[in-house]
């Protein structure tokens, strides 16, 4: 079993929309967990930090379900420019520092 | 501040050659990592440091080399390259046990 997964999508949404992508992780132990942002050919840049009780950042949310073992980012209003690769990261149990990473959900906003 | 940087951009080499993919930092973080980015399989931990000298293995070490003798640098070692190797190859840092972690812009590597 993956340590972390991610629906690949893609999710075409038009302009304004609303849009959540969930990720599921297995280690019940993860302590700190982060969403990236891809560019098409580009690192991940580091979207925002998902803490226990939320995290909102403008359009972003971000949230924590520990006893489903799973994060969710929420874009609201979406824009052309929100189009990216949308990468979950989750530390291992047993060290805070190692990070496994899901695939990634693709997100193409649509005008 | 250059961030992370890494070097060369892009690269091809022959089964069986050898090569070094740099990756440098200045950002003072003493937790540097090497990841490898293949379609589908997301991003994969080859191998990280946690300072200068010690150095561990991640989920995909096998035929990578790293060492570490400064906190700013942490070259990535591919001993005998292999057409399985080809891939998008990040470095990142973050501050120990903080875990927002910064990315260099890669390096695509082709084996043929």
């Known amino acids: 079993r993956k340590e972390v997964e991610q629906d690949p999508g893609p999710f075409n949404v038009p302009e304004g929309a609303t849009v959540a992508f969930n990720c599921t992780y297995s280690?019940?132990?993860?302590?700190?967990f982060f969403w990236y942002r891809q560019d098409c050919r580009k690192e991940p840049k580091l979207l925002m930090s998902?803490?226990?009780s939320g995290n909102e950042d403008g359009r972003f949310t971000a949230q924590l379900n520990r006893a489903s073992q799973y994060i969710s980012l929420l874009i609201r209003d979406s824009k052309l420019s929100d189009s990216a690769t949308y990468l979950c990261?989750?530390?291992?149990?047993?060290?805070?520092?190692?990070?496994?990473f899901g695939s990634g959900t693709k997100l193409n906003v649509k005008p | 501040n250059a961030g992370v940087t890494q070097t060369p951009k892009f690269q091809v080499l022959k089964t069986g050659q050898s090569m070094t993919l740099q990756c440098a930092q200045d950002?003072?973080?003493?937790?540097m990592s090497w990841y490898r980015q293949d379609p589908g399989m997301g991003l994969r931990l080859i191998h990280y440091?946690?300072?200068?000298?010690?150095?561990d293995q991640g989920e995909v070490p096998n035929g990578y080399n790293v060492s570490r003798s400064t906190t700013e640098d942490f070259p990535l070692r591919l001993l005998s390259a292999a057409p399985s190797q080809t891939s998008v190859y990040f470095c990142?840092?973050?501050?120990?046990?903080?875990?927002?972690?910064?990315f260099g812009p890669g390096t695509r590597l082709t084996v043929t």
């Open positions: 990261a989750v530390n291992a149990g047993d060290n805070f520092n190692k990070f496994y």
């Open positions: 280690n019940s132990a993860s302590q700190s």
């Open positions: 998902v803490y226990s």
């Open positions: 950002m003072n973080h003493e937790y």
């Open positions: 440091s946690v300072g200068a000298g010690i150095t």
């Open positions: 990142a840092t973050n501050q120990l046990n903080r875990g927002e972690q910064y």
